[in-house]
Nanobody, 124 residues
């Protein structure tokens, strides 16, 4: 059974930082591209960042480029999203996802497994 469990969300003031993590089990993590998406109330789920199987290639949404960093530790079956210079517009539920592709993907439908999400709230 594949499980993705996010952790690390919370409430932070604008300009602050937060790191969310996603622990994966029951999946060949070391071969899978991983992604982070987010969904704000009343909006569609949107791509945030993705990383290839070994961490050597990363993609970011323009809205987070230069502020967020995705990384992974294959020995721990864990992917991270470091978020800096947060703004209220970053408030959303953040989801991690695993893809059967080994290279990063940006589309929701290119991911096979999803976590339950973790709430990130940025106050002004």
């Amino acid at each position: 059974q594949v499980q993705l469990v996010e952790a690390g969300g919370g409430l932070v003031q604008a300009g602050g930082s937060l790191r969310v993590s996603c622990a994966v089990s029951g999946y060949t993590f070391s071969r899978a591209a991983m992604g982070w998406f987010r969904q704000a109330p009343g909006k569609e789920r949107e791509f945030v960042a993705a990383v290839n199987w070994n961490g050597g290639t990363t993609y970011y949404a323009d809205s987070v480029k230069g502020r967020f960093t995705i990384s992974r530790v294959n020995a721990k079956n864990t992917v991270y999203l470091q978020m800096n210079s947060l703004t209220p517009e970053d408030t959303a539920v953040y989801y991690c996802a695993a893809s059967s592709y080994s290279i990063p993907r940006r589309a929701v439908d290119e991911y096979d497994y999803w976590g339950q999400g973790t709430q990130v709230t940025v106050s002004s």
